[in-house]
Nanobody, 124 residues
Framework: HVQLVESGGRSVQAGGSLTLSCTAS????????MAWFRQAPGSQRETVAT???????KVAGSVKGRFTISQDNASKTVVLQMNSLKPEDTAMYYC???????????????????WGPGTQVTVS
């Protein structure tokens, strides 16, 4: 069982930037997919971005060009760099992970079997 801890969420003005980090505890995953998700009040959770152990990334269309995801395999940390933030980016942001066994990372949240408690991002 992998434990995940997110950090970096806070309140920020529109147009600003934030960096979210998620660190995984000791893991036996060999081909880990790590991803960021978000859930706004009254909305379903949506996938924001994924990254695999080779550094291949995918981001949602709603944040493309503004958000980037990166992973440090050695430290089991995934970082979400968020620029040009908009009020609609306000949400609880969650980190998730699963072992893709060398396959591409899925954008479907039901593939992810370990989750962090989340970190709140508020853009005003």
């Amino acid at each position: 069982h992998v434990q995940l801890v997110e950090s970096g969420g806070r309140s920020v003005q529109a147009g600003g930037s934030l960096t979210l980090s998620c660190t995984a505890s000791e893991s036996t995953y060999r081909s880990t997919c790590m991803a960021w998700f978000r859930q706004a009040p009254g909305s379903q959770r949506e996938t924001v971005a994924t990254v695999d152990s080779n550094g291949v990334t995918k981001v949602a269309g709603s944040v493309k060009g503004r958000f980037t995801i990166s992973q440090d395999n050695a430290s089991k940390t995934v970082v979400l760099q968020m620029n040009s933030l908009k009020p609609e980016d306000t949400a609880m942001y969650y980190c998730g992970v699963y072992d893709a066994y060398g396959g591409r990372c899925s954008f479907r949240e039901d593939f992810y079997d370990n989750w962090g408690p989340g970190t709140q991002v508020t853009v005003s």
